[in-house]
């Protein structure tokens, strides 16, 4: 277990509506990152926050955005759901002390887009 | 040209045998080479992280890095049908040191 959490695990919308899936990071990490999984494919990242600030985004439109907490955890947020945003979505915990750059993942939301 | 590429796979070995995972990346700049391993419906799990050249052995995982041949690979000695599942191969680079992972090798061990 990684002591990182994700909700909800499923979840099905329908095409245009909004979602937001959360996720907590593990004790001692300042940093999260978010990814999408397609099936058959690596995750790709979506973008990262670190101290409640957007640090780094990957190739996505802006319909996908994200906050973070002070307690470090953090929400992404989509709008207007396409039937290609159907994938799984996780999230990492990283930025530990003792070992900065091993990003450890949660569970992951399964999200359906009909 | 991927940045992260892996064997297309499916890999299938015997119980007992070595499996050997390959990947090569395209960014120079990369500092940290990851492993995750991927069960059928579950989220990756981060089972080697490698970041000298070299080899780096924990139990019955090798991680092995050639940064100047861009290559990083995974030994997995007396392999178990647990240990069926895609193993993913992950370079840590870009400004926010985001992950960028290779589609995956599906590893399945023969009992």
């Known amino acids: 277990e990684t002591g990182v959490t994700q909700s909800p695990t499923h979840l099905i919308k329908t095409r245009g509506q909004q979602v937001t899936l959360r996720c907590s990071s593990q004790?001692?990490?300042?940093?999260v990152s978010w990814y999408q999984q397609a099936l058959g494919q690596g995750p790709q990242f979506i973008f990262q926050?670190?101290?409640?600030?957007?640090?780094g985004r990957g190739n996505f439109p802006p319909r996908f955005s994200g906050l973070q907490f002070p307690n470090y955890s953090s929400e992404l947020n989509v709008n207007a759901l396409e039937l290609d945003d159907s994938a799984l979505y996780l999230c990492?915990?990283?930025?530990?002390?003792?070992?900065?750059?091993?990003?450890?993942f949660g569970p992951g939301t399964r999200l359906t887009v009909t | 040209q991927k940045e992260v590429e892996q064997n297309s796979g499916p890999l299938s070995v015997p119980e007992g045998a070595i499996a050997s995972l390959n990947c090569t990346y395209s960014d120079r700049g990369s500092q940290s080479f990851f492993w995750y391993r991927q069960y059928s419906g579950k989220s990756p799990e981060l089972i080697m992280f490698i970041y000298s050249n070299g080899d780096k052995e924990d139990g019955r995982f090798t991680a092995q890095l050639n940064k100047a041949s861009q290559y990083v690979s995974l030994l997995i000695r007396d392999s178990q049908p647990s240990d069926s599942a895609t193993y993913l191969c992950a370079v840590n680079a870009g400004s926010a040191r985001q992950l960028t992972f290779g589609s995956g090798t599906q590893l399945t061990v023969l009992p």
């Open positions: 004790s001692g990490h300042n940093t």
């Open positions: 926050y670190y101290r409640e600030e957007e640090n």
């Open positions: 990492a915990s990283h930025g530990g002390r003792s070992s900065p750059y091993e990003q450890y």
